[in-house]
């Protein structure tokens, strides 16, 4: 099993940054190196969406959403990832959730942190 716990979120004016923390645990926690890496997010009366995803070997790719004002990083020696976002904009708020996943489709969520962009 894989527990994630992320951390970081909160209230901030627009303009400003949030450093959105993943934690990974347990049993399966010695192999996160080797898993794909993902920030999804959802904001009220949306679908979930993806914002940012890291390999195994650190490549990262980016949406729309995140592209341009999100960094995607990861620490293998830590079991954490995280994401620094910049320059946030009111519809930046959303729940953020990190996910962990293989190829075979494997996937395991954690409960999410509510980032909050506002004046």
């Known amino acids: 099993q894989l527990q994630l716990v992320e951390s970081g979120g909160g209230l901030v004016q627009p303009g400003g940054s949030l450093r959105l923390s993943c934690a990974a645990n347990g049993t399966n926690g010695n192999i996160f190196k080797f898993y794909n890496m993902h920030w999804y997010r959802q904001a009220p009366g949306k679908e979930r969406e993806l914002v940012a995803q890291?390999?195994?070997?650190?490549?990262?790719d980016y949406t729309d959403a995140g592209k341009g004002r999100f960094t995607i990083a990861r620490e293998n020696t830590k079991n954490s990832l995280d994401l620094q976002m910049n320059s946030l904009k009111p519809e930046d708020t959303a729940v953020y959730y990190c996910?962990?996943?293989?190829?075979?489709?494997?996937?395991?969520w954690g409960q999410g942190t509510q980032a909050t962009v506002s004046s």
């Open positions: 890291i390999t195994p070997g650190g490549g990262t």
């Open positions: 996910n962990a996943a293989t190829p075979a489709g494997w996937s395991s």
